[in-house]
C-alpha cells in the first residue's frame, strides 16, 4: 500500500479523480440558505467544536449569539476568551451542572429563561450565527418543550446560522437539521486512563 | 419515557447516582500531564473543533501553537480570526490542497517543511497547546514520515497538550493518543442536499 501511494503517476491519477469529484460537487451545490447543524453523540469535541465555528464566523465579521445551556462550576476558557469581543453576546444558563442542582423545577425555569434568550436571537437577523451549546441535554430531559425548539429554529431568518450541540440529539431535531455529526468516542483520557481533566483542553 | 423523565424524585436520584459517578471519576483522575488528542472520522467539525480548543486555552492564558498542513485556495476565517491574536504563533503550510497541486514532490517537500515548524514547537515548552490541523491527510498520503512524527510527539514536554486533527487518523497515531474522537457523518449539507458551502459554517 505504501509503496502504491508513492507511484507519482498513480497519484496524480487519483488527484485528478478528487478534483472532479469536488467541482462536481460545488457546481452541485448552490443553495444559499443558513445551515442547521448538529454535532451529538457521545465523543470529546462537540462544544470545542461550536466555539470553533464562532472563532470561523467572527473572522468573516459575522455578529455571533452564544447560549451555553449548561454550565459548570467554573468559569470555562471559551467564556473567558469570547464573552467580550465585539461581535459577541454571550449568555450562561442560570445554574450549575444538572447532576448537581438535583431540583428539577429550578432546571426547567432556568432552561426556559436561556431559550427566551435564543428564541429573542433567532428573530433577530442581525446574527449570522447562533451557538446554542449543550441544548440537547436539555431537550434530553424535557426541560425545553421541544415543539417550540423545532419552531424557533424553522421560524428564525433565512441566511442565520444555528449550530446545536450535546449527546443525544432528538430524532425530530436531526430530522430538521441540514448537517449533522456524531462523536464517537474510541479512547478517552479522562475515563480510560486516569488523566486529570485540566485547563486548556479540560478532557 | 417523557413521563418518567418528569417524576422529580426519579429524577432526583438519577442525578444523584450521576453525580456520584462524576466525583469518583474525578478522584480516579489525578494524573497531570499534557494530553494527545486525535479528532478522526468523515463527520464535520473535526478542525473547528480544534480551533474550539485553541480559544479555550487561549481563555487560559495559555501560548498557543498552530499548523496548517492542508490550505484551502482561500484564506479560511480561523486564520483571519486568530492568526494576529496575541500569543498565537499560527503556521501554514505552503501549497493548495493536494487534489490541486497533483505533484506528489512539491507535496512532500511543503509538509515537510510545515512539520520542521511543528517539531520546533514540539521542543518549545512556552507553548501549553499545540494544533496540528489536518496532519492526519498529510500522513496517510506518507507527505511526512510517520516514525518522526510519533517520536517528536512522544518527546514533547510533559505538559505540553496536542491537537491533530484529520480524517483516516493512522493506527500507530491512535494508539499513541490519550483521547480519540471520531467523527461520523449523520447529514451532511453539502454533500446530500445541495446546499452552497458558505462562508461561516463552510459545511
Redesign the interface.
Known sequence: M?ER??D?ER??RR??A??KI?QE??A??????G?L?????P??????????????????G?KVGIVQFIKGAFS???????RDLPNVDYHVMGQGY????????QDVEAANAAWDVAAAMLKDNSY??ILLDELNIALK??YIDLDRVLDDLQGRPEMQ?V?ITGRSAPAEL?DL???????????????D???????????
Open positions: 505504501r501511494a508513492k507519482p497519484h496524480a488527484m485528478d478528487k478534483q469536488m460537487r460545488i452541485r451545490a448552490q443553495k444559499e440558505q445551515v447543524l448538529v454535532l451529538t453523540g465523543g470529546k469535541g462537540k462544544s470545542s467544536s461550536g466555539f470553533g465555528m464562532v472563532a470561523r464566523a467572527l473572522g468573516h459575522m470555562t476558557g471559551e467564556e473567558a476568551f469570547f444538572t447532576w448537581d442542582t438535583k431540583n428539577r423545577e449570522g450565527l430531559y424535557d446560522h449550530v436531526v437539521a441540514d448537517t449533522v455529526t456524531e462523536m464517537g468516542v474510541v479512547k478517552h483520557a479522562f475515563k486512563q486516569g488523566i486529570k481533566a485540566q485547563k486548556g483542553v479540560e478532557l
